[in-house]
């Protein structure tokens, strides 16, 4: 427990001074006006209150990520903590920050328009099929693994129940794509974001009365996988791609536009983009100390479980045995809100992203739907492929966790060469330790995976190593041309 506890407090200090530092750096201005006041449509860029930004904002970015990949990352043991930790404060919070405050200056501009800015065109034609595709893996997951939630939560697991669940969410899916940010995502998110810090609040506070006997840092921080029967993933990279959501995640520059379109004051972007991936980062670090306990402290046992259990089973199951039958409801309605909600809003940002990619205005309910309506056909074939898989919803996760830090990695290079181009001294190093870091991460998980290349695991440092190497190399031959260029 005094690991988590030092970790916990570390997040809200990283919060308050780095946060505090990396604003300052980006020179964030009070007195200029933001898109959602020169470009309001009814539509998509509409002023709304602080808390209402900040509550969609976290919703949108929190996903199953911070739950399942703090569920699955906990057999890591410690080392989840620190990834938790040093993830969010110097590379989730900073990337999701610059993204969001980026496209503020840039008229709300989506992700690939950014990357296009600042890494060229070729990369941004790249950028936009990449981040499509990932919306729309994004999209069929957090149907899958909510259905799957709701179908226990009714009391009926037959797969019947859970094709009922998936259509009645793609119905919604749907609805909330086509319809104003205002009309339902403004409404019923901040409820829906309160029910998700409940439960991380709850169970807090279940950890504090049972005080369990956790791994701490001083025990060793390699993979503890092996003595719940999981091996073959070392903590580099298996961990970092693991815990994305409560560390790191490219999805969250493709929804930090979104919000960037809304709030109505540049000093919001603090609280909004940085403090909702601190937020982020406390709930994932959250379960993964309660994953600690059902995994290495008898938890599993207490609850009837196996230490082989699926990440939605140890939710339901965990929920149910600390909170009571009330407080397991509230709880699972924020873990069962939280991929819903980001799952509609995935579906909205590729709608704007190929919008913008066509210059195609979107206050036409016609437009929204010819854009519209070939992304759900893909979604519900990806669901359908998977569905029909046993192990579908690994594979599409699998997928999804690679392609998701890939694109975090593009995010942070097109900020560093902002950051250059802006000749904010070498503030730069801000993201390029952090871009160096998961490049070499991604290059050799794909590498090694067997999604990927399938070279052997033993090979994983050399790779790393020697892709961080020609990464800087080939960023400082570059950096004077960079600079000399005018900020954009």
Not at 391 to 413: M, P, S
Not at 447 to 452: H, S
């Amino acid at each position: 427990m005094y690991s988590f506890l030092i970790s916990f407090a570390a997040l809200v200090l990283g919060y308050i001074f780095y946060g505090g530092f990396v604003a300052k750096v980006f020179g964030a201005d009070p007195k200029r006006p933001t898109p959602a006041m020169e470009k309001a449509d009814g539509m998509d860029f509409i002023p709304m209150p602080s808390w209402k930004v900040f509550m969609i904002q976290f919703l949108n970015i929190a996903g199953t990520g911070p739950i399942f990949g703090a569920i699955m990352g906990a057999k890591f043991g410690p080392s989840s903590y620190l990834w938790i930790v040093f993830g969010c404060i110097f590379a989730g919070a900073v990337h999701d920050y610059l993204t969001g405050m980026l496209s503020v200056r840039h008229g709300g501009a989506g992700l690939p328009e950014l990357v296009g800015t600042y890494l060229g065109g070729k990369t941004r034609t790249v950028m936009l099929f990449f981040s499509v595709l990932l919306l729309l893996l994004v999209g069929a997951v957090f149907v899958y693994s909510p259905a799957e939630i709701l179908k226990d939560m009714a009391g009926d697991g037959t797969s019947r129940s859970f094709m009922i669940w998936v259509a009645v969410i793609f119905v919604y899916y749907v609805i909330a794509t086509l319809m104003p940010i205002d009309k339902i995502i403004g409404r019923i998110y901040p409820v829906f974001a309160v029910s998700l810090i409940f439960m991380a609040a709850a169970l807090m506070v279940g950890l504090f009365v049972k005080w369990p006997s956790l791994p701490e840092f001083w025990d060793g921080l390699s993979n503890r996988g092996p003595s719940v029967g999981v091996t073959g993933q070392p903590v580099f990279p298996c961990l970092f791609i693991t815990i994305a959501c409560g560390a790191i995640s490219g999805f969250h520059a493709t929804q930090s536009p979104l919000m960037a379109r809304c709030i109505k004051n540049e000093r919001l972007g603090r609280p909004v983009f940085y403090g909702s991936m601190i937020t982020e980062g406390l709930v994932a670090l959250i379960w993964a100390a309660v994953s600690s306990w059902f995994f290495f402290d008898g938890g599993a046992a207490q609850v009837g479980a196996g230490t082989d259990a699926s990440a939605p089973a140890v939710v339901t199951l965990v929920s149910r045995n600390w909170l009571g039958t009330l407080g397991a409801v509230l709880a699972l309605l924020g873990v069962v809100a939280a991929p819903i909600t980001s799952g509609d809003t995935a579906l909205r940002s590729g709608r704007l992203i190929i919008a913008e990619a066509l210059h195609f205005d979107q206050k036409s309910r016609r437009n929204r739907l010819i854009i519209s309506i070939p992304m759900f056909v893909v979604v519900a074939l990806i669901l359908w492929y998977n569905i029909a898989d046993a192990d579908g919803f690994n594979t599409i996760w699998r997928y999804f966790g690679w392609a998701n830090q890939t694109l975090a990695v593009f995010a942070l290079w097109t900020a560093t060469v902002y950051l250059a181009r802006a000749r904010k001294g070498a503030y730069w190093l801000i993201t390029l330790i952090p871009a160096l870091f998961m490049t070499a991460v991604c290059t050799t998980y794909i590498c090694t995976a067997k999604i990927g290349f399938n070279l052997p695991m033993e090979w994983n440092v050399a790779i790393g190593c020697i892709t961080l190497v020609l990464s800087a190399a080939i960023f400082f031959s570059r950096l004077g041309r960079i600079r000399r260029q005018s900020p954009a």
